[in-house]
């Protein structure tokens, strides 16, 4: 199978313009769907040459379906068999929500638009409902949260990054001890989040509910340390040390300073 860099590589066509470490990441998450029996559909936001395009139809095969968002009318030259272009701004959640009854549902979305931190949130934000169950969302050049021109810089509210690690958050949502902190839509539907060098990746997976434990194999621990153990925290002072501490730590997590360590 060729790899997208191998297509790269011998790309003739309009200009394609990428870091060259990314291709190993798009590799890693965008394989699973090359050359499938379906149709699949990739969205990437940012036209420029419109070079992206075509790259991800030679990589993807017959049945994949492009579109191509950018601003710039101008960019709609770049249509042709399988491409589409759409005119607009990933900012403009009126455009984003046109889009959404225009278009399939979403295999692929690569956000290499604009870079600016609402940008790229609105566009995450507006999208995330319309990717496909098992399907990828992947936003590039995420080292503009730390560029001051674009909004970002370190320990900055409102950057691409503090947003999804706020989703690092929600994907654990189910075991929140906090009345404040609730599953939410990405809780049921968010599956992973990677993390590179100026990429984050978001898989999406079909709807989940809450997770559950699984046994299997024979109970080996009813031996004399398990027994005395267990007695020990049956007792009177045991239990008392143990709910002061627990509420303690409420207090500690209130105040958002570290806790001690509770673990029964
Ligand atoms: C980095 S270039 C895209 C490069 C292209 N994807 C490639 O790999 O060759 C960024 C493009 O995003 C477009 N753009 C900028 N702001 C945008 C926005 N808010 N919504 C959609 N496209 C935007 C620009 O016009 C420009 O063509």
Not at 38 to 46: A, D, F, N, S
């Amino acid at each position: 199978m060729i790899t997208i860099k191998e297509y790269f590589d011998a790309h003739q066509g309009n200009m394609i313009y990428k870091w060259a470490h990314y291709f190993d990441i798009y590799e890693r998450h965008f394989k699973r769907f090359a050359n499938l029996d379906r149709q699949v559909v990739v969205v990437e936001i940012g036209v420029l040459n419109g070079g992206s395009l075509q790259l991800w139809k030679k990589y993807f095969g017959s049945k994949v379906l492009i579109y191509g968002i950018d601003i710039h009318a101008d960019c709609l030259k770049y249509q042709e068999d399988q491409i589409n272009i759409k005119i607009g701004s990933s900012a403009d959640a009126n455009f984003l929500k046109q889009l959404k009854e225009e278009i399939p549902k979403i295999d692929i979305l690569i956000d290499d638009g604009s870079h600016r931190m609402n940008h790229q949130i609105k566009a995450f934000v507006n999208l995330w409902d319309h990717v496909n169950e098992n399907g990828c969302y992947l936003v590039e050049d995420t080292h503009t949260s730390y560029w001051n021109d674009f909004g970002g810089g370190k320990g900055r509210s409102g950057t691409f990054i503090n947003f999804s690690k706020n989703l690092v958050d929600s994907i654990h949502a189910w075991y929140s001890e906090q009345a404040y902190f609730i599953n939410d839509k990405y809780t049921k539907t968010l599956s992973s989040i990677h993390y590179y060098d100026s990429i984050v990746v978001f898989e999406k997976c079909p709807l989940k509910s809450k997770p559950v434990t699984l046994k299997s194999g024979i109970d080996t621990t009813t031996n004399n340390r398990i027994i005395r153990h267990h007695n020990i925290r049956k007792s009177l002072v045991y239990r008392f040390t143990y709910q002061a501490l627990r509420l303690f730590n409420k207090l500690l997590q209130f105040l958002k300073i570290r806790g001690v360590i509770l673990n029964g």
